[in-house]
């Protein structure tokens, strides 16, 4: 069975944003109607639910077709109308790199207190000095928020190449500092990132996505593993409890979708 259709086959619960993701129409039209501007004003009060269902429609459409994303939020209140309310702010939040990437609005359009956080890291307003092996020997013994993690990527990075051994002994979320990067890859690191996938197939979880994101990147692609990826994730969707473990590496096996 193609990765695509396996995906689509269940529209229940949160298999609905992996069919999203997958194109299914029926799912596409469930997850849109839950970003429109009536949805998101009525918030929990309604079918937005809550804001963390809010963010995953947001990127599950994303993953399918950016365009879509950009049409509904042209049809949004404004972040400056947005007034601290939770759903909006979730949908904002959520969306902001999206539109960044295709330039849809300028800063100016975020610049509201409710989304600051956020817009620091997407439009990088705050670039701190970072060391790769500073970090790394932090992040072994304290697990990192994603978004220090995202805002760490945004940084100027001290050293001017990263070894194979970097790659080895680096914790996981490390590889989110290669976007933008990869030609300070040595020798052998390429091949490192690869075993590190390779290992990753093994677990089909939120690390699995930091790995196959890595390899995105215009200088790594290798067809092979992503292809070896959807194949793993075909054949272990019927095991799956909970799709959330999985969405992230999903979205990213699609191909048209990259971690935050």
């Known amino acids: 069975m193609m990765f695509t259709e396996a995906l689509t086959r269940r529209t229940d619960g949160y298999w609905e944003l992996l069919a999203t993701a997958a194109g299914s129409p029926e799912a596409v039209s469930k997850t849109r109607n839950g970003l429109t501007c009536a949805t998101l004003e009525r918030g929990a009060f309604g079918d937005a639910?809550?804001?963390?269902?809010?963010?995953?429609?947001?990127?599950?459409l994303a993953a399918w077709n950016r365009?879509?994303?950009?049409e509904l939020t042209s049809q949004w209140n404004k972040p400056s109308e947005i007034?601290?309310?939770?759903?909006?702010?979730a949908a904002w939040t959520a969306s902001m790199r999206h539109l960044q990437a295709v330039k849809a609005f300028d800063s100016a359009y975020f610049d509201v207190p409710e989304l600051a956080s956020e817009m620091a890291i997407v439009f990088s307003t705050r670039k701190p000095t970072v060391s790769w092996g500073d970090l790394a020997d932090r992040w072994r013994t304290v697990h990192p928020a994603f978004d220090h993690i995202r805002e760490m990527a945004q940084g100027f990075l001290v050293e001017a190449s990263i070894?194979?051994?970097?790659i080895l002994t680096?914790?996981?979320?490390?590889?989110?500092?290669?976007?933008?990067r990869a030609r300070l890859l040595e020798h052998g690191a390429v091949e490192a990132i690869e075993t590190r996938a390779y290992s990753a197939l093994d677990h089909l979880d939120f690390e699995a996505a930091i790995v196959f994101d890595a390899l995105c990147e215009p200088e790594l692609r290798n067809e092979t593993l992503p292809s070896l990826g959807r194949a793993k994730l075909t054949a272990s969707l019927e095991a799956i409890h909970d799709p959330r473990q999985i969405l992230e590496l999903?979205?990213?096996?699609?191909?048209?979708?990259?971690l935050p």
């Open 49 to 60: 639910i809550a804001p963390s269902i809010i963010r995953m429609r947001v990127e599950a």
């Open 67 to 70: 365009t879509a994303l950009v």
């Open 83 to 89: 007034h601290d309310d939770p759903a909006w702010t």
């Open 163 to 166: 070894s194979k051994e970097d």
């Open 170 to 180: 680096a914790p996981i979320a490390m590889l989110r500092l290669l976007r933008g």
């Open 250 to 258: 999903a979205y990213v096996l699609l191909g048209k979708w990259r």
